[in-house]
Nanobody
Framework: QVQLVESGGGLVQAGGSLRLSCVASRNIRSIAYMAWYRQAPGKQRESVAVVWTGSRVDYADSVKGRFTISRDNAKNTVYLQMNSLRPEDTASYYC?????????WGKGTLVTVAS
């Protein structure tokens, strides 16, 4: 069992930055897959960024060059640095981890980007 708590969301003007954090309830060193997803009102949840052990990362095309995902195993935390935010980035952002057969989600943090 892994519990995840996201934080760092809020209201920001277009062009601004936010850093989201997701703290896990257990050591993440052995967790291969850690990711951020988002869900805008009326839309399906979508993957934003993924980081694997060994620091391999992948991004959705819509956030490449603006968002950076990272993990700090010592703090059991995964981060999402979001720069050059746009109104279309407005969504609830969720942390997800996978331990193989099982996946766990946080409850989300809301990001609102004002134009």
């Amino acid at each position: 069992q892994v519990q995840l708590v996201e934080s760092g969301g809020g209201l920001v003007q277009a062009g601004g930055s936010l850093r989201l954090s997701c703290v896990a309830s257990r050591n993440i060193r052995s967790i291969a897959y850690m990711a951020w997803y988002r869900q805008a009102p009326g839309k399906q949840r979508e993957s934003v960024a993924v980081v694997w052990t060994g620091s391999r990362v992948d991004y959705a095309d819509s956030v490449k060059g603006r968002f950076t995902i990272s993990r700090d195993n010592a703090k059991n935390t995964v981060y999402l640095q979001m720069n050059s935010l746009r109104p279309e980035d407005t969504a609830s952002y969720y942390c997800k981890v996978s331990t193989g057969a099982l996946a766990y989600w946080g409850k989300g943090t809301l990001v609102t980007v004002a134009s």
